[in-house]
């Protein structure tokens, strides 16, 4: 099975930063990676498929880049309500769909 | 609008059972792949099982193959979560969710219901 690994686990940041979140899995899985935002209490959210694909309704300062094993979430203007934890998934080599195991950003 | 309305959580013994629902709408229902995920408290996501939009195949994450079943009902546009032989760690939020091109590898899940809270527990 893949097995996807996020770093950092948790990080701090202040409005108006550079964000940047990574996933790596532990083999190739092509573009196949998407990424979501969950807030608390919330179902989680899509904002990012097949890598570099913007979901409709997803504010443009969020982006995604990277294929094979490794791929980055940008946000490139943290904004209050980015406080969310953030997960990759994988598509790939399914059954079974791998998540990472989260990051959690919080706003300085 | 699209929608998906999960019910059937609640708080079950160890070792019993429980049904859950995924009410969908606003959307073909019979042209998706459906999912189920799940989060234990304080816990990451875990994806649990998918159907295929046909109802033709279904997959299950080891840890629940076996004691869960998962199925669907076109018609009415609801999907199910059988789930059989409980234990303490399957207390979790479980979440349905509407998969896109699931057929063709690029898997994503773009609309996700509420969840339902099971919680396992004497």
Known sequence: DIQMTQSPSSLSASVGDRVTITCRASQSISNFLNWYQQKPGKAPKLLIYAAFSLQSGVPSRFSGSGSGTDFTLTISSLQPEDCATYYCQQSYSTPPIAFGQGTRLEIK | ?122
Not at chain 2, 44 to 66: F, M, N
Not at chain 2, 69 to 87: C, E, F, I, P
Request: aromatic residues 12%; proline residues 2%; charged residues 15%.
């Open chain 2, 1 to 122: 609008e699209v929608l998906l309305v999960e019910s059937g959580g609640g708080l079950v013994q160890p070792g019993g059972s429980l049904r859950l629902s995924c009410a969908a709408s606003g959307f073909t229902f019979s042209s998706y792949w459906m999912h189920w995920v799940r989060q234990a408290p304080g816990k990451g996501l875990v994806w649990v099982s998918h159907i295929k939009s046909d109802d033709s195949s279904t997959s299950y994450a080891d840890s629940v193959q076996g004691r869960f079943t998962m199925s669907r009902d076109n018609a009415k546009n609801t999907l199910y979560l059988q789930m059989n032989s409980l234990r303490a760690e399957d207390t979790a939020v479980y979440y349905c969710a509407r998969g896109r091109y699931c057929d063709s590898g690029s898997c994503h899940f773009d609309i996700w219901g509420q969840g339902t809270m099971v919680t396992v527990s004497s």
